[in-house]
């Protein structure tokens, strides 16, 4: 569900501080787009591309992949085919997932 090497990687590349920093502004952004998503019809395909990107380079590996299909269907005219609660529900499993190991990659308060 998480590539926790995709996680050391950037941690590793952007050190605990800024990992926090990154994490924090991943949570408020994604979440406001996961949402919001199916609100605006016409929009699906574009959030769910932002989506996809911000999940993979957080190591949000099955979310951004739900991501993926679902820009791809929006893509082909199939926008309303796309499974947005089983996108919203990959995310939910994926951020418990996450945030149970967070404290390994963030300094101590």
């Known amino acids: 569900m998480i590539d926790w090497e995709r ?3 950037l941690r590793s590349e952007i050190g605990a501080d ?12 994604v979440e406001a787009v996961v949402m919001g998503l199916g609100g605006r019809p016409d929009r699906v395909e574009e ?10 380079n ?3 590996r099955d979310f951004g992949g ?3 299909q679902g820009e791809r269907m929006a893509a082909a005219g ?9 996108i919203r529900e ?3 499993l994926s951020k418990t997932q996450f945030m149970g190991r967070l404290s390994e990659f963030t300094p101590a308060a």
């Open 7 to 9: 996680v050391q990687e």
């Open 18 to 29: 800024g990992f926090a920093e990154v994490v924090d502004l991943f949570l408020d952004e």
């Open 47 to 56: 959030d769910l591309h932002f989506l996809k990107g911000s999940a993979w």
């Open 58 to 60: 957080l190591g949000f």
């Open 66 to 68: 739900a991501c993926q």
């Open 78 to 86: 199939r926008a309303v085919e796309v499974d947005l609660g089983a």
């Open 90 to 92: 990959t995310y939910s």
